[in-house]
């Protein structure tokens, strides 16, 4: 028997025992991380950490959530009351939370801190960036006071909102979540900041716009500010002008006498540009168009009160209901008398009786004339007409009519020169 041929196959098989084992090894390691990387994050959660959660089950205390971890995730139910007290959130809802620490099992979050938490934890919220609960206290030199956790902080005016109010008394008294981006001499030096978890949340809006936001879409929003060119909307995301000449069908003088600061509007997507920032909307696009009843409002042959809107040199330019307007042409006006602007017998704002003379839908044009001309020309053409009646009744018998007059008259004159 051959002994080192026996010990070599022995050596063989122990190496292939080992190599089967080592496979297992990183098979299960495989397994393991696998497993890990199945939950959402795919690794430890950091402190203040933000997640999506779902909320699985609300007790009498405490909220579960299913956080895509393999600890359960718990967060303090009062954190999800509304003022009134009443729960804001129903199971199966997801919510943002930011995780705080892991115990056990037991993984917990919270959506900002508050209550009597103490310096500690927030100098922990600014190291971690967890927004904490605040109430405006009272408008101090250049901003607010503002209680947070039972601890004074300061918010600067430029930092509680995305632009500067008029009135900054109006947030007094309120409860809002901040940010605590200064944190110094052991939480007795503390500055905090509104506007930085409104810009957050504006970049999440308008990065979902971008997928969804499209021409000729109509979005609701709220008027962010006036100029005398146009008004500025806020559609969460995005603020867009509407131009003053889509305001509305009909000529707009004043913008504020139409829009006010803060009013809720439906708006068209009239343009998109994403690099350049610029978004235009049309207020006028979704309200009715007037000119689709103007034609069995105002037919040809009717008379209405209008107001001069605008002169110019050829006329004057008439509305006769909002967005709806005609041309009086400057031939039609000063009864008669030739003039050189309308200016010399109207003025804008001024009211006036007028009948419509062509409808034209295509073009989208009226022509008027003043209705008080036209009575006195029909008038006169309805006297001469009388007169001519009236004087053909009154002619002897036989003799013709009073053209026939006129022409015998003449041709005894002729007669007369001949003779001569």
Not at 365 to 370: G, K, M, T
Request: glycine share 10%; charged share 35%; with cysteine.
């Amino acid at each position: 028997m051959d002994l080192n041929a026996i010990s070599a196959r022995e050596e063989d098989r122990v190496m292939d025992n080992d190599r089967d084992e080592e496979r297992d090894e990183n098979t299960e390691e495989s397994f393991a991380e696998m497993f890990e990387k199945s939950y959402v994050g795919g690794g430890k959660l950091e402190q203040g950490q933000k997640v999506k959660a779902v909320i699985l089950k609300i007790g009498a205390e405490w909220v579960f959530l299913d956080v895509g971890q393999k600890g359960e995730g718990v967060l303090d139910r009062k954190e999800l009351l509304d003022p009134d007290g009443n729960l804001s959130v129903a199971e199966g809802n997801t919510i943002s939370a930011y995780f705080l620490s892991r115990a056990g099992g037991e993984l917990r979050f919270t959506t900002r801190i508050g209550g009597s938490a103490g310096n500690a934890q927030l100098e922990e919220a600014w190291r971690s960036g967890i927004p904490v609960d605040g109430h405006v206290e009272k408008e101090i030199k250049g901003g607010y006071e503002v209680k947070v956790a039972g601890v004074r902080a300061f918010c600067p005016f430029s930092q509680m909102g995305l632009r500067r109010t008029e009135a900054p008394e109006q947030h007094i008294g309120q409860h809002l979540p901040f940010r605590i981006t200064q944190y110094s001499e052991g939480g007795r030096n503390i500055v905090v900041s509104h506007r930085a978890l409104l810009e957050e949340e504006r970049a999440r809006q308008r990065e979902a716009l971008r997928e969804t936001l499209q021409e000729g879409m109509t979005v609701k929003g709220t008027i962010s500010s006036i100029r005398d060119f146009g008004a500025f909307v806020d559609i969460g995301g995005v603020e867009g002008l509407i131009p003053i000449s889509e305001i509305a069908w009909g000529r707009v003088e004043n913008i504020r006498e139409v829009l006010s600061e803060g009013q809720e509007v439906e708006v068209a997507v009239k343009s998109v540009d994403w690099d350049q920032n610029r978004f235009s909307f049309s207020l006028r696009e979704t309200l009715a168009d007037p000119w689709a009843e103007a034609e069995r409002n105002f037919p040809e042959g009717s008379v209405h009160t209008g107001t001069v809107a605008r002169l110019a040199p050829f006329g004057a330019f008439v509305t006769l209901e909002a967005g709806v307007d005609g041309l009086v042409h400057i031939s039609k006006l000063g009864g008669g008398k030739r003039i050189s602007h309308p200016r010399e017998v109207v003025k804008e704002g001024e009211r006036l009786e007028v009948r419509v003379e062509s409808f034209d839908r295509e073009t989208r044009r009226i022509s008027l004339a003043p209705a008080e001309a036209v009575r006195a020309k029909e008038e006169e053409a309805k006297t001469m007409d009388d007169f001519r009646r009236q004087a053909a009744a009154e002619l002897p018998k036989g003799l013709g009519t009073l053209g026939d007059l006129l022409k015998a008259g003449m041709e005894k004159k002729s007669k007369k020169k001949k003779k001569r």
